[in-house]
């Protein structure tokens, strides 16, 4: 379904559910505009109408256990970058925990909303940003790039649409096959700043580590000095020189 304006396309599908409308695994909710767009850690997200994909895919992973709710996490990655790769080449990597990143970069952004009921995900609502054809951003986003500013030409949102909703349900459905090996596998063939040393700062202060791996509960782990610490989200920043 396609909104030509609304808050946010999560915040719509949350008010779906909440009022009993019924609807299946894989309901795609897109917006034309969104005036209260969020982001992570209550940050907002802007995008200027009609020119980017901003959309919330329902989905329903009841066969997840609560406790592997980032193995989400990691089916859509690895099928939001599945699709990028083929347009945009190997500059697409996952920053962790999930935004979409080029080069130095942020293309976009993904928030994943969960209504748990007991030990069980009822609803899951997969929030996706991609920068597409908008070239210019406020101040205040930081560091964004897009599709055209990339490749130098517009790009089709109605494409890019459905080859992201197809990459992201063949993931899903290697996720309900329980083969998460494979999806870790390109989430960490894919991760950026992995294996290489670079600047990090936490409470604790700033210094050089280097991304080893990620955790089956989505944390971090750095070699700081040969020893591996493992950071939550909001724990750590990554320092761009
Ligand atoms: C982030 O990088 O902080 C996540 C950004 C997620 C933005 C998308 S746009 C569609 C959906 N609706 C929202 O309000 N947010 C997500």
Redesign the pocket.
């Known amino acids: 379904m396609t909104l030509t304006e609304v808050d946010?396309?999560?915040?719509f599908l949350k008010q779906a559910l909440a009022n009993s409308t019924p609807l299946t695994d894989g309901t795609v909710i897109m917006?034309e505009s969104?005036y209260?767009?969020?982001?992570?850690?209550q940050?907002k997200?802007h995008?200027e109408p009609s020119k980017n994909l901003?959309?919330?895919i329902l989905l329903k992973p009841a066969f997840l256990p609560v406790t592997q709710q980032f193995n989400l996490n990691l089916a859509i990655s690895v099928g939001i970058i599945n699709a990028l790769i083929p347009v945009l080449g190997t500059g697409v990597k996952i920053k962790w925990p999930n935004?979409v990143y080029f080069n130095d970069k942020?293309l976009?952004?993904?928030?994943i909303e969960n209504i748990i009921q007991g030990q069980i995900i009822k609803n899951s609502i997969v929030?996706?940003?991609l920068n597409v054809n908008q070239t210019e951003f406020a101040d205040w986003v930081p560091n964004p790039t897009s599709v055209k500013q990339i490749l130098q030409k517009d790009y089709d949102l109605k494409i890019l649409l459905s080859d992201i909703c197809a990459y992201i349900e063949a993931a899903y459905l290697v996720l309900k096959a329980g083969n998460i090996d494979r999806l870790k596998t390109f989430f960490m063939q894919n991760l950026y700043w992995r294996d290489e040393l670079h600047s990090f700062k936490t409470t604790e202060g700033v210094f050089d580590g280097i991304i080893t791996d990620v955790t089956q509960a989505g944390q971090l782990v750095v070699s700081i000095d040969n020893e591996l610490r493992l950071y939550s989200f909001k724990e750590i920043e990554f320092l761009n020189k």
């Open positions: 946010s396309t999560n915040n917006a969104q209260a767009g969020r982001g992570q850690q940050n997200w995008s901003t959309i919330s935004d942020k976009g952004g993904v928030l929030g996706i940003g």
